[in-house]
């Protein structure tokens, strides 16, 4: 079973939709983190979290630290939101060098 | 802003050749990474770097190598490459204490 989980692996939505994206882990934490990697291949560190809530702009991620589980939501879509965003956690421990990764939820905005 | 640069975003090379992939930083990070992201796996390690001279293996070592002469740079070694290595890789930095990582803008390698 991988330590980090997403849900759902592909994700259409129409333009305007709020979009929840869900992240599930297994491991002790220090920090998870909120990627997105847009067609072409750079990665953007969108949210780093500990606990409670981010926002930015249109994007807010939240972690519940004794569930394990952190989601990121997008308010009113946009076709320029289509791209993987990509879940990733560092370990607390021994193992905090590294991040370990989810899949990756691939969106597509369609206007 | 932190610049974490990698060498070329596209390459091809022929198996068995023996390939560099670079990669730069301009925040004296002391933590560089090499992950290689494939469909349906997800970012994997490959190798990792705490110090000048420094390494250790990740979860995907095998077949590649890397240096670590100068705190900036951290470099991927393919010694001879295979087609099984034609993947998108993609190198990160982050500071001693710090929990943010920032990445390159990934290589695109393919093997013929």
């Known amino acids: 079973k991988n330590e980090v989980e997403q849900s759902p692996q592909n994700l259409t939505a129409q333009e305007g939709e709020f979009i929840t994206i869900n992240c599930s882990y297994s491991?002790?934490?220090?920090?998870l983190h909120w990627l997105q990697q847009h067609p072409g291949g750079g990665i953007v560190s969108l949210f780093m979290?500990?606990?409670g809530k981010k926002k930015h702009g249109r994007l807010i991620a939240t972690i519940n630290i004794q569930e394990k589980h952190s989601s990121l939501h997008i308010t009113a879509s946009h076709p320029r939101d289509s791209a993987v965003y990509i879940c990733?956690?560092?370990?607390?421990?021994?193992?905090?060098?590294?991040?370990?990764f989810g899949k990756g939820t691939k969106l597509s905005v369609i206007p | 802003d932190v610049k974490v640069t990698q060498s070329s975003r596209y390459l091809v090379k022929r198996t068995g050749e023996k390939v560099f992939l670079e990669c730069v930083q301009d925040?004296?990070?002391?933590?560089m990474f090499w992950y290689r992201q494939d469909p349906g796996l997800g970012l994997r390690l490959i190798y990792f770097?705490?110090?000048?001279?420094?390494?250790e293996k990740g979860d995907i070592p095998e077949g590649y190598s890397v240096s670590r002469e100068k705190k900036e740079r951290f470099s991927l070694i393919l010694e001879s490459a295979s087609t099984n290595q034609t993947s998108m890789y993609l190198c990160?930095?982050?500071?001693?204490?710090?929990?943010?990582?920032?990445f390159g803008q990934g290589t695109r390698l393919t093997v013929v």
């Open positions: 990160a930095s982050r500071g001693q204490g710090h929990w943010g990582a920032f």
């Open positions: 491991v002790g934490i220090s920090a």
């Open positions: 979290l500990s606990s």
């Open positions: 990733a956690v560092r370990r607390s421990g021994a193992g905090s060098y590294q991040l370990t």
């Open positions: 925040m004296d990070h002391e933590n």
């Open positions: 770097s705490y110090d000048v001279k420094m390494k």
